[in-house]
């Protein structure tokens, strides 16, 4: 049955382009899928039609229709697939660093899609046939621990955590420079940048972002810290960090470009995923080690 959710901009949101603030606000929806939905005249502002480039005003009432799900005939490929957990509900799953995690331009096979779709089969639909079980993402670049439902009632369970933010999400990342506090919490409103459309950055008038960080290793020009995530916004990590001028190591986007024990990515790993189960209601927490390439580095810096 189709689905129907109702999102109100507040101030700070306001100037948001239509299409990504309804992928904000619905994590389980992707961009290109909010665009379709709008061209289907499957989204009303304040009752009218607009273009997915409409600039959200506060006070805007936006309803988003979610239709049903179609069949999925993207291709099951036998990739390589580390599941930790499984059930009739959910698999959880450590994602390998380079892995894209659904199917989009560029990028139509090879995915996390097509490789759950190979050792699951049985994934929820609400999100049509190019991200089959996909709750939530990481970046290509990123590895670890992420969750994907097997239907459409622990779909929307897992959705509603991550929208009202009470997913458990715990990272680890190498960032450049020596932070000299122990504890600490970057608390600066992301959106996205006005100098480059493609990136997000730290503004007055973004969407509210928290981050909590604990030092756990020093090496004079790196520092290694555990990022606890009170909010989920995109790139989050990546852009905080640069923000405090300490951005992640490898980070090309949002760092200055250098490779660092050549890397080509970010050094920034999943390494905690915590949730209420969609059917038991019962808290289940997944833990993730760092992968190799990144063992190897810290295996060097400690030298």
């Known amino acids: 049955m189709k689905e129907i959710e109702t999102l109100l901009v507040e101030e700070n949101m306001e100037g948001e382009r239509l299409d990504s603030f309804v992928a904000e606000m619905l994590e389980s929806l992707s961009r290109s899928s909010v665009k379709l939905l ?3 005249d499957k989204i009303k502002v304040n009752g009218k039609s607009v273009k997915a480039s409409y600039r959200v005003h ?3 009432e936006i309803v988003v229709v979610i239709p049903e799900p179609h069949s999925i005939d993207i291709k099951p490929q036998n990739l390589p697939l580390k599941i930790l957990y499984q059930d009739e509900d959910v698999v959880v799953l450590d994602k390998a660093k380079g892995m894209v995690v659904h199917p989009a331009h560029g990028n139509w096979d090879n995915t996390l899609v097509n490789a759950l779709m ?3 089969r049985d994934l929820s639909g609400i999100n049509g046939e190019l991200r089959p079980g ?5 970046d290509k670049d990123t590895s670890g621990v992420m969750m994907a439902a097997k239907n459409d009632a622990a779909h929307r369970s897992l959705a509603e955590q991550i929208k009202v933010h009470s997913i458990n999400r715990e990272y680890i990342a190498l960032v450049h420079g020596n932070i000299k506090e122990n504890l600490g919490s970057i608390d600066a409103p992301i959106g996205r940048s006005q100098a480059d459309r493609k990136k997000m950055s730290v503004t007055a ?3 509210p972002a928290v981050s909590n960080y604990e030092v756990m290793e020093r090496f004079g020009e790196y520092t290694l810290v555990k990022v606890k995530l009170l909010t989920g ?3 989050q990590i990546r852009v905080h960090f640069a923000y405090i001028q300490h951005p992640v190591v490898g980070d090309a986007v949002y760092g200055s470009g250098k490779k660092h024990f050549n890397l080509t990515s970010q050094a920034l790993h999943a390494c905690l995923l915590g949730f209420i189960h969609p059917r038991s209601g019962e808290y289940m927490e997944f833990t993730c080690p760092l992968p190799e390439y990144f063992e190897r580095i810290l295996a060097e810096l400690r030298k």
């Open 38 to 40: 709008n061209d289907q």
């Open 233 to 235: 916004r995109t790139h």
């Open 205 to 207: 008038d973004g969407r």
């Open 134 to 138: 996909i709750v939530h993402r990481l």
């Open 118 to 120: 190979f050792h699951v």
């Open 58 to 60: 506060e006070g805007d």
